[in-house]
């Protein structure tokens, strides 16, 4: 037994074999390289809207997927030659196998981009952010969840499949273990040393995919050692954040509003300092946000029939009406999410994301520069906060990669963003550790870093418990204080009431009625709008 071992040993360890070893791995890694790079421009491809682009990338992935890997490696190394091209067989096979790679790498990069939230690109196009950038930061780091198992099991796979490469004469592992066994005919031993150093190296692959799959979880520990210091200096130095009390900033604490230091060295700022938009929206009374015959249409239905709208600097409009009345379609359409089919509508004198071409608007090429150039800011109904980013790093996100904001500015105006809405304890919490109204705090935070014109609230309590409501709607009472120009879609009659300067209500894709929040909903005019808040008084309310 101790000789046939030592003669295990000696082909285990043996640098003929180990050779074959590293040659098997530097085909693989070449060929997942350049794979991946051909499966991500496939997966692209598949996505466009555009049919002869996704249909030619579709072609290909059928016609490799289709074939054996052995013939489509014969054919490479035979068939290039007749044009011209002659290459060593070590490069044939790096790009034989990159070829094949990219076929399923591809399929399976489509898959993980759509398991990712639609939401997560709307809310990034609503911040500025264009495709590449959305594809980049927001997309792939959350599709990689779902693409790193399958891509793993691909390395695996192929580093294994690299023995086919001896058909084309490439000296690799099992090549060399042919040659040996050709000469001494001990098959058992020198295959069972080529398995174990198979069995290594894919062992190292998996150890990989661990490390990565721990890497990118939504589990991982939240709270870096250089925020736990910051946080200790913000609290060792100055106590309670102001209005950090587990409910709304500034809630029953008596130093709400008191300039304190800020662990990045600049002193708080009130509301009116952080928004500067407030003392412009004072100095004119213009309309700030004009709609003129907004039609918005989804195949045949017809969600906006002819909308007219002004809105002046300043002001806090509240939208109101029954579901499917065009309300949210209103908002995303201003801030050109999605595009008008007919009508115009300008955002402080200008159109977001058209060119005039002739007496009509055409979409503008930088769609994502036009955005960014209007700032908007925009909160969803179900927050839309980045899966994989901290609450931090969700604020600091669009003023670092959209405006070129200097990164420690970013954070230092993200810190302070989160002690006005109570959360600077949860800054290196992921959105998934937070309560509803938490992210929802969070995503409002989000939109003002980016220092908007406009806000847009998008039913931002209508996802959120009765006892979580109170938490967004005290911040956004302090926004309407502070001057912020704002266009609210809510069934919260009571914080209309409250906070409103006007009242719209909308049924069908038509504005119905608008007036005061008195004239409105205390003394509605029309019988659709008497009917719906009847129906919205019966529900409960949250103060």
Known sequence: MLPWLAEFYRYLTSWFLIEGAILAVEITVLAMALGLLLGLLLALMRLS??????GAAWLYIWFVRGTPILLQLVFIYDALPLI???????????????????????????????????????????????????????????????ILPAIANDAVTMLKLTSIASVIFVNELTFRAQQIVGQNFEFFKVFAAAAVIYLVLTSVISAGQTWLERRFSLERPQQSTASRRLLGTFLGSHGALSGETGNAAGSANPTYGRPKESPFGIIEQSWEQLIPCATEAASTSEPFVVCREVHKSYGSLEVLRGV?????????????GPSGSGKSTLLRLINHIESIDRGEIRVDGRWVGYDSVGDYPK????????????????????FNLFDHFTALENITEAPTRVYGVPAAEARALGW??????????????????????????VAIARALAISPKLMLFDEPTSALDPELVSEVL??????????????????????????????????????????????????????????????????????
């Not at 809207?49 to 996704?54: F, G, L, M, T």
């Not at 007219?308 to 109101?320: H, K, N, P, Q, T």
């Not at 503008?364 to 179900?382: N, P, W, Y």
């Open 84 to 146: 011209g091209i002659r290459l060593d067989t070590f490069t044939t096979a790096v790009i034989a196998f990159a070829l094949n790679e990219a076929a399923f790498s591809g399929e399976i990069i489509r898959g993980g981009i759509l398991s990712v939230n639609r939401n997560q690109r709307i809310a990034a196009a609503s911040l500025g952010m264009g495709p590449l950038l959305t594809l980049r930061r927001i997309v792939m780091p959350q599709a990689l969840r779902a």
């Open 363 to 382: 979409p503008s090429r930088d769609l994502a520069k036009a955005r960014a150039e209007a700032r908007i800011g925009m909160v969803f109904q179900h």
């Open 308 to 320: 007219d709208l002004s809105v002046r600097r300043g002001e806090v409009v509240a939208i109101m």
């Open 474 to 543: 005290s911040v956004i009472r302090r926004l309407a204080e502070s001057g912020m120009t704002m266009i609210i879609v809510t069934h919260e009659v009571r914080f209309a009431r409250e906070v409103a300067d006007r009242v719209i209500f909308m049924a069908e894709g038509r504005i119905v009625e608008e007036g005061t929040p008195d004239e409105v909903l205390n003394d509605p005019k029309q019988e659709r709008t008497r009917n719906f808040l009847q129906l919205v008084a019966r529900e409960p309310e949250a103060v």
């Open 416 to 441: 302070q963003l989160l002690a006005k809405v109570g959360l600077t304890r949860h800054a290196d919490h992921l959105p998934h550790r937070l309560s509803g109204g938490q992210q929802q705090r």
């Open 49 to 54: 809207s555009i049919v002869w682009v996704s």
